[in-house]
T-cell receptor, first 115, second 114 residues
Framework: AQSVSQHNHHVILSEAASLELGCNYS??????LFWYVQYPGQHLQLLLK??????LVKGIKGFEAEFIKSKFSFNLRKPSVQWSDTAEYFC?????????????FGTGTRLQVTL | GEEVAQTPKHLVRGEGQKAKLYCAPI?????VFWYQQVLKNEFKFLIS????????ETGMPKERFSAKCLPNSPCSLEIQATKLEDSAVYFC????????????FGDGTRLSIL
């Protein structure tokens, strides 16, 4: 079974600081990878996804993530955060082959951006 | 519709009562998923459907939880004899295909068991 680790539980940054949130997964085969964001009181929104091809993927709102297969990592980055980026961020994986269809989520990273 | 619609937004039940949650997937999506989020993190997969057929129910507690997706009706998740530990936000998601399309989530139903 696959698993996802997000080592940063709570990150506090000042506006305009750069962001990198770690995500590592464990699975023996190929995977599809996702980052979702959950703003306070709202549902999960897809930030970006990786299925294949260029390991550097760009998402909405200036976010990007890099898939490093050798490290089983899919870290999320943003060069300059804004106060409105305050939210919970979830990394998720799903096997890209086979019959499994459920997303496996990490425990989330709470990002707090201060003015 | 263009969004996953979940009702109600908030449901309060006394311990031992029944709770029923509804989900209308995005039009044209074949797959529906239910997740339980406890304590603002820890998403736990419950069950998925391919159209009206159960696809994966490995996460479903067998005793009190049941779910259906019937043609021309919203999908439903029902909890019999609720317990305090069932308090959580229940999210529904839908997708077009099995693994190569992202899952789109609804706003969730917050279930509070008193």
């Amino acid at each position: 079974a696959q698993s996802v680790s997000q080592h940063n539980h709570h990150v506090i940054l000042s506006e305009a600081a750069s962001l990198e949130l770690g995500c590592n997964y464990s699975y023996g085969g190929t995977v599809n990878l996702f980052w979702y964001v959950q703003y306070p009181g709202q549902h999960l929104q897809l930030l970006l996804k990786y299925f294949s091809g260029d390991p550097l993927v760009k998402g909405i709102k200036g976010f990007e993530a890099e898939f490093i297969k050798s490290k089983f990592s899919f870290n999320l980055r943003k060069p300059s955060v804004q106060w409105s980026d305050t939210a919970e961020y979830f990394c998720a994986v799903i096997p890209s082959t086979g019959t499994a269809s459920k997303l496996t989520f990490g425990t989330g990273t709470r990002l707090q951006v201060t003015l | 519709g263009e969004e996953v619609a979940q009702t109600p937004k908030h449901l309060v039940r006394g311990e031992g009562q029944k709770a029923k949650l509804y989900c209308a997937p995005i039009k044209g999506h074949s797959y529906v998923f239910w997740y339980q989020q406890v304590l603002k993190n820890e998403f736990k997969f419950l069950i998925s459907f391919q159209n009206e057929n159960v696809f994966d129910e490995t996460g479903m507690p067998k005793e009190r939880f049941s779910a259906k997706c019937l043609p021309n009706s919203p999908c439903s998740l029902e909890i019999q004899a609720t317990k305090l530990e069932d308090s959580a936000v229940y999210f529904c998601a839908s997708s077009q295909r099995q693994t190569n399309q992202p899952q789109h989530f609804g706003d969730g139903t917050r279930l509070s068991i008193l």
